[in-house]
């Protein structure tokens, strides 16, 4: 009985993480106006006097010299801290551009890229099912293509750059706390520069002294360390497979959010995509339960 009360209280962790993650375009859409480069460089900084104390707070040891003094460690994890950057700059950006539908779009794609990406770099063989997927992926994004005649640069980019991500981050033996806490680390002095720079040309939004923005650029710390947190604290707790479908509620709620409260255009062409993918999803999700079974 127990067993299964810690089961279902880290099934509901993963879920509030989800849920933050796909409701996250609701925080960003308010610092519409301020530089989507100013915001990720504040979203970092931010992170950082918010991890430190999460951290502390969940009793999680401070390993950084550790990784400072193993090399592998120490450069995947500059490797994956400019990734995490990209992904947070193109997610930033995208919703500070009215292309909310283009994020859920990559989020939705992105456990198809992980897919490919395990077969590419991992050596792992596929199935009749993981093929189909695949396939119904690459019409996806080709009918992306032939409807606005050119590739869904945003989609794609959040799906490539969080795929590699967690490829390379699964090849790191770091917990995930002292993992996000180097990458936030090793990121910082690009952000603090952009930032002195800004302020340099009198354009840093901080310094307007607009307590509405500032407050929100302080809480993008917050908004970014919570939901890992959760995250991390579920993760080992839970089955994959059910990680797996729990994982589609983000994207699921952001697609939500786009049509129905940013009332973004959703045309017969994006239809077709997002169609396509979700039928991708389906063989993912079967082939998920076979190898449960």
């Known amino acids: 009985m127990q067993n299964k009360d810690h089961q279902t209280k880290n099934v509901l962790l993963a879920i509030a993480a989800f849920v933050w993650w796909g409701l996250a ?21 931010w992170s950082l006097l918010t991890i430190i104390p999460a951290m502390w707070l969940l009793n999680k040891k401070n390993k950084i010299l550790e990784i400072i003094k193993t090399p592998k460690l120490f450069f995947g994890l500059i490797i994956t801290g400019f990734l995490i950057g990209i992904n947070w700059l193109v997610y930033v950006w995208a919703i500070s551009n009215g292309q909310v539908l283009e994020t859920s779009l990559g989020y939705f794609i992105n456990p198809l890229i992980s897919v490919a990406l395990g ?52 090849k790191l033996h770091v917990d995930s706390f002292n993992g996000l806490l180097m990458e936030i680390i090793i990121t910082l002095p690009f952000a603090t520069a952009f930032l002195i720079w800004k302020y340099n040309i009198g354009e840093n939004a901080f310094f307007s002294f607009q307590w509405q923005i500032n407050s929100l650029l302080i809480l993008s710390g917050i908004i970014t360390i919570v939901p890992m947190a959760l995250f991390a604290a579920s993760v080992k707790g839970i089955k994959l497979s059910t990680m797996g479908f729990i994982q589609y ?39 998920a339960l076979k190898g449960l079974r």
């Open 119 to 170: 077969i590419v770099f991992l050596g792992e063989k596929l199935n009749n099912r993981k093929y189909i997927a695949l396939l119904l992926v690459v019409l996806a994004v080709a009918n992306q293509i032939l409807q606005h005649g050119s590739l869904p640069w945003v989609s794609l980019s959040l799906a490539f750059s969080f795929g590699f991500y967690g490829l390379i981050r699964k």
């Open 25 to 45: 375009p609701l925080f960003f859409i308010m610092l519409n106006g301020v530089d989507a480069l100013e915001i990720m460089s504040h979203r970092i900084i």
């Open 249 to 287: 509620l983000a994207p699921s709620i952001t697609f939500l959010l786009a049509v129905f409260v940013f009332h973004e255009p959703l045309g017969s062409g994006q239809i077709v995509s997002f169609s396509l993918i979700w039928l991708a999803l389906v063989f993912i999700s079967w082939d």
